[in-house]
């Protein structure tokens, strides 16, 4: 299975981005998927998730500012990001796994990653 992840960019605190995660796998439909960050010097970070029966999942530093949303038809996960933050500065990955899952080590496959950087 193959993740592209797109969408990163250099924005101003406030202001907001779309980043998009395409698998190139058809049973795309039968994963929960996740999107992680990772901060330079950090580990890599639980952001949301949109997990196979429906439900989306949220960490509380973007609860309420992020919004996932998924494709099916078009095996693609959306991280809509609103009211950017500096420390919200990452690399964004998107993984795939199964079960409802916030650790990164449950996750079978990740996209390369895309950069978001935030300026105050």
């Known amino acids: 299975v193959q993740l592209q992840a797109s969408g990163g960019g250099l924005v101003q605190a406030g202001e907001s981005l779309r980043l998009s995660c395409v698998a190139s796998e058809r049973t795309f439909p039968t994963y929960d998927v996740g999107w992680f960050r990772q901060a330079p010097g950090k580990d890599r970070a639980f952001v949301g998730g949109s997990w196979y029966d429906g439900t989306m999942d949220y960490s509380d530093s973007v609860k309420g500012r992020f919004t996932i949303s998924r494709d099916n038809a078009k095996t693609t996960v959306y991280l809509q990001m609103n009211d950017l933050k500096p420390e919200d500065t990452a690399v964004y990955y998107c993984?795939?796994?199964?079960?409802?899952?916030?650790?990164?080590?449950?996750?079978?496959?990740w996209g390369q990653g895309t950069q978001v950087t935030v300026s105050s």
């Open positions: 993984g795939l796994t199964r079960g409802f899952h916030r650790e990164a080590g449950r996750y079978y496959y």
